[in-house]
């Protein structure tokens, strides 16, 4: 018998969880809908056919649920960094001698939110951050697993550094975005780069072995991550220890890691990943902030409700702080 099977198990008796009035009506009318999206089994491993059919009909939903937005009609231009391409976005209220640049590394279990979802995300996003915005379309599983899709983050940040000062960078990203942009620090760092003025991490899986408690207790709570993201993880991974740093950057030593935001909610999924990582940055004397917000799953309440607004107002005031450091 393993450590892992004579661990104690709590039962508990099945109950329904209301949705709770200590949110606004907007948030607890997303809570009613339940599910973004029906619970769907993960294709095998071995299945790459499967993998890339469903990461085909995400996309084709995530554009969906993105074509309800009216993105601003801002330009956008693309380079080519071989491997991915990076797009560039300059918001109409950002004065083109402005040289902040914020960094997004997009979510989507590693395996979704590519292409045309990123060019459309991008465009959605980037009015949020009042600075030029880069986007970067890297590849992913399951015909690039690790350490594919970090390569392509780095050798965007390292396209970044030959035409802006790390002073005048910001790098963020959500969910596997998030784990990307933290584990894209660490490399950066242990390859002797300049570091960014600060990171934002939304909601970031920082631990691809899963071990939080909130993996268990949140799931089925969240309305977002509506199965365990384990199959993607381990599709990602490509056969590595999923203890690397570079994989799970709650393992990394994270001394010299810049500023850090972090947001999650008491619903989400990756709510032990948030708070385990923000307790390790202040063991090692980096100044973070963490901001948990009220019944919030996996991605807030995308965006319809108060508390999405009160999220984007801390990370706006959380980015500018530090760019005029």
Do not use: K
């Amino acid at each position: 018998m393993t450590a892992a099977d004579s661990r104690a198990v709590f039962h508990l008796p099945a109950r329904d969880i209301p949705v709770p009035t200590s949110v606004s009506e907007e948030a607890q009318a997303m809570l009613s809908a339940g599910p973004l999206v029906p619970p769907e089994a993960w294709p095998e491993p071995d299945d790459l056919d499967g993998w890339r059919a469903r990461v085909a009909r995400l996309d084709q939903q995530f554009l969906a649920m993105l074509g309800a937005a009216t993105p601003p009609a801002s330009q956008v231009d693309e380079i080519d960094l071989g491997h991915c391409p990076v797009y560039v976005i300059l918001p109409d209220d950002v004065s083109p001698d402005d040289r902040r640049v914020y960094l997004d590394i997009h979510g989507g279990a590693w395996t979704c939110g590519g292409g045309d979802a990123c060019r459309l995300l991008a465009r959605l996003l980037a009015p949020r951050f009042g600075a030029r915005f880069w986007s970067v379309d890297y590849r992913m599983p399951p015909d690039h697993p690790y350490p594919a899709p970090l390569d392509d983050c780095l050798a965007a940040y390292r396209a970044l550094l030959e035409v802006r000062r790390p002073e005048e960078i910001i790098v963020g990203g959500g969910s596997a975005g998030g784990n990307l942009a933290a584990a894209l620090i660490l490399r950066a760092r242990d390859e002797g780069l300049p570091l960014p003025a600060a990171v934002v991490l939304l909601t970031p899986a920082t631990d691809l072995t899963s071990s939080g408690d909130t993996w268990q207790t949140n799931l089925g709570l969240d309305t977002a991550l509506t199965v365990t993201a384990a199959p993607a993880m381990r599709l990602y991974s490509g056969g590595h220890d999923l203890r690397d740093p570079y994989l799970s950057p709650l393992f990394g030593d994270l001394r010299q890691f810049p500023p850090v935001i972090l947001t999650t909610g008491t619903r989400d999924v990756l709510l032990s990943d948030t708070v385990r990582l923000h307790r390790a940055l202040l063991a090692a004397d980096v100044p973070a902030e963490l901001h948990v917000f009220e019944a919030a799953g996996h991605g807030m309440f995308m965006g319809r409700a108060p508390e999405d607004r009160d999220r984007d107002r801390q990370v706006r005031r959380f980015i500018d702080q530090h760019w005029n450091r």
